[in-house]
């Protein structure tokens, strides 16, 4: 059994949670995920079965897409409601905050920035888990990484009680954390912020329309029927090469061929034979193919 699997997670479920219910579904034990989502997140989890578990290290370096509301005017330990809320700004201030100086903040989040990753990440610190060591009382600092903020845009807006909800739509590569633009964003305008929703449309060229509710795949006579075969997940992914007969057999026994393959600013193949199945994965190495993954 071989193939993805992508699935709506449903919020207050890990996503270990979700690929061990999917074990459980499709009866195998080798699935893995291609991008956490935090418990409270729903929406597109890129999942491998079998030898596709391999191709999940190259998707989760694409770019994503998410759906959020930011409340501003108030600041949490995780930087997301799941957190005790550590700050209130004064409600005069609040009430003052004008929707332009949010679209300011917003601009200055957009583009290359170098974002400090929240402290409750899963991000290792002296072998520990970042979010391990705050439960645990320890004061933590992540150094800031570079992400880049394809688009970051504003919605509807909503006062409340002491608050500003706003809706924003993001796209940005991977490694970035969309509660630390809300912290972000709100330390930008004097009045801390923190995430209070958070759904997944797309990671890289997979949508929600290409998912599936756990609910619905455990109902499934088959369910492996809903697999996306490894052959169209990787022509989805990676520029295609069709070699002929006697390279085939080069790339099955994992020797190279010469680089004949053009016209690609994508320096990663996904090398094909000429009866459509899916061999390797390749980079040109001078003038021969380098196989960064051979699955025949």
């Not at 596709?52 to 409340?71: E, H, M, Q």
């Not at 020797?255 to 009866?275: H, L, Q």
Request: charged share 25%; net charge negative.
């Amino acid at each position: 059994m071989n193939g993805l699997l992508v699935i709506d997670k449903p919020s207050e479920w890990t996503s270990h949670d979700v690929v061990g219910r999917s074990r459980r579904i499709l009866s195998t034990r080798k699935i893995g995920h291609a991008g956490t989502l935090d418990p409270m997140a729903t929406g597109v989890l890129v999942l491998g079965v079998g030898r596709a578990t391999r191709l999940l290290g190259f998707i989760s370096g694409s770019d994503k897409s998410y759906s959020a509301t930011i409340r501003l005017g108030q600041s949490t330990i995780t930087d997301d409601a799941e957190g005790e809320i550590i700050e209130h700004a004064p409600p005069e201030v609040i009430s003052n905050v004008k929707f332009s100086s949010v679209l300011a903040g917003i601009a200055l989040l957009t583009g290359d920035i170098d974002q400090v990753p929240s402290s409750v990440s899963a991000i290792k610190v002296d072998g520990q888990r970042a979010y391990a060591k705050v439960r645990a009382g320890a004061e933590v600092h992540l150094k800031p990484r570079r992400v880049h903020i394809r688009e970051f845009t504003a919605g509807e807006h909503r006062f409340g009680d002491g608050f500003l909800d706003v809706d924003v739509e993001v796209v940005c590569s991977s490694g970035t954390y969309i509660r630390a633009l809300a912290r972000d964003l709100g330390n930008e305008l004097g009045i801390g912020g923190h995430l209070t929703a958070l759904r997944r449309s797309q990671v890289g060229p997979w949508k929600l329309t290409d998912a599936i509710s756990l609910e619905t795949l455990g109902l499934l006579e088959s369910p492996q029927t809903a697999l996306m075969p490894i052959e169209e997940a990787a022509a989805r992914v990676f520029p295609t090469w069709t070699v002929s007969d006697d390279d085939a057999v080069f790339v099955r026994n994992g020797r190279r061929i010469d680089w004949s393959y053009v016209d690609s600013s994508d320096p990663v193949i996904a090398i094909f034979d000429k009866a459509g199945t899916f061999l390797a994965l390749a980079e040109q190495h001078g003038p021969t193919a380098k196989y960064l993954a051979v699955f025949v």
